[in-house]
């Protein structure tokens, strides 16, 4: 699957390129440059449903609040990933993760929505936070990127690099 290309699974994504001051769109978010990722430490997916909490791991869970709801979850990273464009091409320019625990067997999860929400926003704009990771998902995490667009992963800014090393 191809991060990159225009798959918007029917969704209608509206872009801030509206010239009109407070017109249609004015005032929505253009996810057009934002990616999912599905990280765990077997393994890290591009899953594009993740942008509307539809992802292959999330479809059928009931999610709440408490963690202890969950005591037999399996822990998920819900990394978002912004892309851009810069002197030498495109590069990962912000790259978060969200922990989430999903028990497949019970269909019962856990995650805090807001901090989902709230990640999204910083990885739109341009900061890497990826606390919590165990070395073995960061490096899942890293050959993704490294492998799925080489030059986007040569291009990226040290500081994700550093954190992902």
């Known amino acids: 699957m191809d991060m990159f290309k225009g798959k918007q699974g029917g969704f209608n994504i509206i872009s801030n390129k509206n010239q009109v001051h407070g017109g249609y769109g004015a005032g929505m978010i253009d996810l057009s440059n934002v ?18 909490a539809k992802s292959a791991v999330e479809k059928g869970i009931k999610f709440s609040i408490n963690k202890e709801d ?34 497949r067997e019970a269909r019962r999860g856990w995650k805090i929505l807001a901090d989902h929400v709230n990640k999204m926003d910083y990885a739109m704009k341009r900061r ?20 799925h667009k080489p030059e986007m992963w040569k291009n990226s800014p040290d500081e994700l690099k550093e954190k992902l090393a």
């Open 128 to 147: 890497f936070i990826l606390d919590g990771m165990n070395e073995k998902e960061k490096q899942n995490l890293r050959k993704l990127l490294e492998t």
């Open 35 to 52: 990616s999912s990722i599905i990280v765990n430490e077997e393994e890290a997916v591009i899953d594009i449903g993740a942008l509307h």
């Open 70 to 103: 969950v005591p037999n979850g399996k822990r998920y990273w819900l990394v978002w990933v912004a892309t851009d464009m810069g002197e030498n091409g495109a590069y990962y320019a912000g790259v978060t993760a969200c922990e989430m625990l999903i028990d």
